[in-house]
């Protein structure tokens, strides 16, 4: 997947588990000179993951950002939610090697973490290998485009 939209903003968006997390994530934003979308919550109350994981499928679509960053307790909810949009492909990573893979193989656009899971020192060092890794191409670019809707999956049964 190329980036079309402003390659500089991330959009980022977490429930109240991943407030703290979210938060802290911010400031590594600035330092790679990238600009952020915070999405909110804003609040630790208790919100609905999906409706955040809704809002950065949005900002992606509608290009106000390039790559995204979602956070719940455990990671596993929020990506699921963003997964249900084509133009998503959120993975779920618990560090650095995942984190990596996940855009080097996959073209990954959303990166998803658990508050609960991870500690804050592996989300940030997953969350700057993310954003300073590039898709590879080559045998990978074949498998990613059997994800993307527009390609008829041949029948292997």
Known sequence: MTDKNDTKTVALACDHAGLPMKLALLPVLEQLGLNPL????????SVDYPDF???MAQALAD???SRGILVCGTGIGISIAANRHSH??????????DARLSRQHNDANVIALGARTMGIEVALESLTVFLQTDFEGGRHARR????????RMPDVM
């Open 38 to 45: 915070d999405l909110g919550t804003h609040s630790g109350d």
């Open 53 to 55: 994981a809704e809002l």
């Open 63 to 65: 290009d106000r950002a």
């Open 88 to 97: 998503i492909r959120a993975a779920l990573c618990h560090n650095s090697t």
């Open 144 to 151: 990613v485009e059997k994800m993307t809707p527009t390609v």
